[in-house]
Structure formats: structure tokens, C-alpha cells
């Protein structure tokens, strides 16, 4: 019992004894400070714990006591800061700049309001000073995502992807175990991807570089973005819709170019792959090169899977309308039964069939297909049949 009491006493002793030395603390800081150095460190220990007005106080102190001694002013204008006032802080970091010209940290503090209260320009204006005082990874990787910010958001010609990734690139130099500069090059050469009409597997292939450098770091976006980019045929869609948007503005030399491309770097076994074939034949055929065209259905019909019959249809069909163009019309109505064959067998397709059937001076065969084409709705057969047809 005796034991226990005794050690109930000492135990309260020592958790007063704490409480004692804490507060002795907290009062020698308010009141036994004398240098700037004193209150500083003051100030530092209400900021730790979160006591921002207490901690401003000590800094305001620090400065009285020694204006020349200017960590008071980096503090206090964090604090200020801390409290939402930021002008007040501004003017703090700025009069820093003024006592101590050559101190960075002043501009980057300063740069760091300047961006939250998205002031970009100034911002990076300060950033730059900066890095020009003291050369390190945090400015440049700064600098570098304040002109991705102006570029994407404004589409600022001033800043472009070149020089955006060489101040992002002089940041991972600088710090290799970073992500972020890393990822952030990938996301500008992914999207320069859009606009660049040359070396896009080449640049896919730096591109997934960055992502796995980054994931490498444990960046768990860039891990989704080298699953979504790398491991699928984005580089390939790319491409292939820059060819659909030259045929849509009649630029057939250019969307031929990017459909080659496809077929040079791509996977025969893959879907996309006899599909640009396909719109590669259609746009040879847009362009007067039926022969060519020829080639390249005939090349289509060879690969595709026997199930895809509607897409073995198309083949032969517009296959069949290069041999008349090339007026080898025994060969076209060959490709007209293969496609109705394969179920395209609507109305404008027996009306065709009879246009070519007449070339072939297979007169009533023709009649028959335009009055399966007037069955099917196709209401301009009426006039062929009337003309044609009728004894």
C-alpha cells in the first residue's frame, strides 16, 4: 500500500513537474525575450503548434528589436499568410526584397501568394528573380508549371511546350527523386501529340518514358496514365483520326500519309488495322486512284474476320464502284453479288445493281433489281422501270 502511494507521488510529481517546465517555457519566451534571435525562436514555437496571432506578436517584436534582422519578415509574412492576410504579407516579403536584395526566398514566398491568389504573370516574374538569386529545382519546377498553367488555361504563345519541358527537365536534373516533373512532361508531349504531324511513335515512346519514371516514384496518376496511354492504341487512334479529319477538308495526299503510318507501325491482327486499310482504299479511291484502291480493298477482304459480314459487304462494295469507275464492269457485278451475299441487299443496292446490269446489256436482270429496288423503297427505280421495262 505504502508502495503504491509512493508511486502515485511520483508519478503526479513528474506530470507536474512537466506542466511547470512547459509553462516556464511558454512564459520565458513572452517575457524574457530580448534579441530578435529570442523572439524568433518564440514565434516559431506558437507557430508550430498552430498559435499564429502569439506567434505574429513575437515576430513584430523581432523586428522592432532588429530591422536588419530579416528572417523576422520571412516568418511574419508566412504567418500573415497563415491568417488569410495576404496583402500583409506581400508587403512583408517585399520589404525583405528591398533590406536584402539577394535572399530568394523572399521572391518565392512571394511568388507562392502571388500564384494562390492566381496573379500567374506576377507570380512567375517572381519565380524567375528568384531562381536568378539561387538556382534550384523547386524554382524551375515552379516556373515551369505557373507557364503550363498560362499555356493550357489562355493558350499564351509566349510559353511553349519546348520551354515549358526544359524548365521542368532542369527540376528533375536537380531533384531525380521528384514525380512531378517527370509526369508533368509526359501530359506536354501528350498533348502536343494532337498537333505534331511528324515522329508520333517516336514521341509516344518518350512520352511512356516520363510515365514509367514517374510511376517508378510512386506517382499513382501517372501509374493510371501509363495503364491508359501505354498499354492502349491511343498513340494509333491519334493518328488515324488526323487522317479522318484531312478527308473531311479534302486533304487526301495528308490523311493517305497518316493512314500509312498506321499500317507501317500498327498490328495487323487488330481491328483498327484492316479498318484504315479500309479508309485508306475509300480515300485512294476519293482521289481518282482506283487501281490503287483495288489493291487495297482487295487487301481488306483478305483480313477481316469472316464473322463481320456487314464490314465484308462495304468491302466488296466499294470495291465494285472503283471496277466501274475503271469500267470493269464484269468484275463490279461480281462485287455486288458478293455484297449481297453478305446482307446488303437494301433498295439503293438493287438499284445500282440494275444501273450495271444494264451496262452489261443484261436488260432483264436489270428490270428485275429495279423492282426489288421499288419494293425495298427506293422510289426513284419507278423511272428506270418505266423507261426500260415497260413493253
Not at 498537333?195 to 516520363?210: G, P, R, V
Request: aromatic share 14%; hydrophobic share 35%.
Amino acid at each position: 500500500m505504502i508502495k503504491k502511494r509512493l508511486n502515485y507521488f511520483f508519478m503526479t510529481k513528474t506530470y507536474y513537474t512537466s506542466i511547470v517546465c512547459i509553462l516556464f517555457f511558454f512564459n520565458s519566451t513572452m517575457i524574457y525575450a530580448q534579441t530578435a534571435g529570442e523572439y524568433i525562436e518564440a514565434g516559431q514555437l506558437y507557430f508550430k503548434n498552430k498559435a499564429y496571432y502569439d506567434a505574429l506578436k513575437n515576430f513584430n517584436r523581432a523586428f522592432i528589436t532588429d530591422s536588419s534582422n530579416v528572417e523576422s519578415l520571412i516568418w511574419r509574412g508566412q504567418t500573415n499568410a497563415k491568417l488569410g492576410l495576404y496583402e500583409e504579407s506581400l508587403k512583408d516579403f517585399e520589404l525583405g526584397s528591398l533590406i536584402k536584395p539577394n535572399e530568394s526566398r523572399f521572391y518565392n514566398e512571394k511568388g507562392m501568394i502571388l500564384m494562390y491568389q492566381g496573379k500567374y504573370e506576377q507570380a512567375l516574374n517572381s519565380f524567375l528573380v528568384a531562381n536568378g538569386i539561387d538556382s534550384k529545382a523547386f524554382h524551375f519546377l515552379m516556373i515551369a508549371e505557373i507557364q503550363w498553367i498560362l499555356k493550357s488555361s489562355t493558350n499564351n504563345k509566349k510559353y511553349n511546350h519546348h520551354q515549358i519541358i526544359k524548365n521542368f527537365s532542369s527540376a528533375s536534373q536537380k531533384q531525380p527523386k521528384w514525380f512531378l516533373p517527370y509526369r508533368r512532361m509526359g501530359e506536354i508531349l501528350q498533348d502536343s501529340l494532337k498537333n505534331t504531324m511528324t515522329d508520333e511513335f517516336q514521341l509516344a515512346s518518350q512520352i511512356c518514358n516520363y510515365y514509367k519514371k514517374a510511376s517508378d516514384l510512386d506517382d499513382e496518376k501517372a501509374k493510371k496514365l501509363l495503364k491508359d496511354f501505354c498499354g492502349n492504341n491511343y498513340v494509333i487512334d491519334e493518328i488515324i483520326k488526323k487522317g479522318n479529319y484531312f478527308v473531311l477538308t479534302q486533304n487526301f495526299e495528308k490523311a493517305v500519309e497518316m493512314y500509312d503510318k498506321v499500317l507501317e507501325n500498327g498490328d495487323s491482327k487488330q481491328q483498327y488495322y484492316y479498318q484504315t486499310l479500309f479508309q485508306k482504299a475509300k480515300t485512294l479511291a476519293k482521289k481518282n486512284k482506283h487501281q490503287d484502291a483495288i489493291l487495297n480493298y482487295s487487301a481488306v477482304l483478305k483480313i477481316i474476320p469472316i464473322q463481320n459480314k456487314k464490314e465484308i459487304a462495304n468491302a466488296f462494295y466499294h470495291r465494285a464502284l472503283s471496277f466501274i469507275s475503271i469500267e470493269r464492269y464484269e468484275n463490279a457485278l461480281i462485287d455486288f453479288n458478293q455484297a449481297f451475299a453478305f446482307g446488303l441487299d437494301n433498295g439503293f443496292m438493287y438499284a445500282e445493281r440494275a444501273n450495271l446490269k444494264l451496262k452489261l446489256n443484261q436488260k432483264e436482270d436489270a428490270c428485275k433489281d429495279w423492282k426489288e429496288a421499288e419494293k425495298n423503297g427506293w422510289k426513284e427505280a419507278e423511272k428506270n422501270i418505266k423507261l426500260h421495262c415497260q413493253k
